[in-house]
């Protein structure tokens, strides 16, 4: 079982910037791919970014690409994702998530996830 705990959400003017962290529990951390997915209001969870189990893969959404980094540290339990030029369309709850099958990262969609976190909320003020 995982726990995944998300922080660093909040209020930011359109091309600023926002670091969210996942803090997860479970001794099992380390072998389970982590993505971000969005949910804004009205719309659809939709999937943001993802990073394999050791960190060396990454996904991103087009959307996105170019603008938000995920990494991760295994020793902390912990995923980041580092947005920059945010736009107002990135509003939305941002929920972190685990997958603990191994598949290929394009894989990765709200119905493979296993474990999601309560979600943390960005705001993007235009």
């Known amino acids: 079982q995982v726990q995944l705990a998300e922080s660093g959400g909040g209020l930011v003017q359109a091309g600023g910037s926002l670091r969210l962290s996942c803090a997860a529990s479970g001794r099992t951390f380390p072998i389970y791919a982590m993505a971000w997915f969005r949910q804004a209001p009205e719309k659809e969870r939709e999937f943001v970014v993802a990073?394999?189990?050791?960190?060396?893969?990454?996904r991103y959404a087009d959307s996105v690409k170019g603008r938000f980094t995920i990494s991760r540290d295994n020793a902390k339990n912990t995923v980041y994702l580092q947005m920059n030029s945010l736009k107002p369309e990135g509003t939305a709850v941002y929920y972190c998530?685990?997958?603990?099958?191994?598949?290929?990262?394009?894989?990765?969609?709200?119905?493979?996830?296993?474990?999601w976190g309560k979600g943390t909320l960005v705001t993007v003020s235009s």
């Open positions: 990073i394999s189990s050791s960190g060396g893969s990454t």
């Open positions: 998530a685990a997958d603990r099958t191994i598949r290929p990262l394009h894989t990765i969609m709200v119905e493979s996830v296993d474990y």
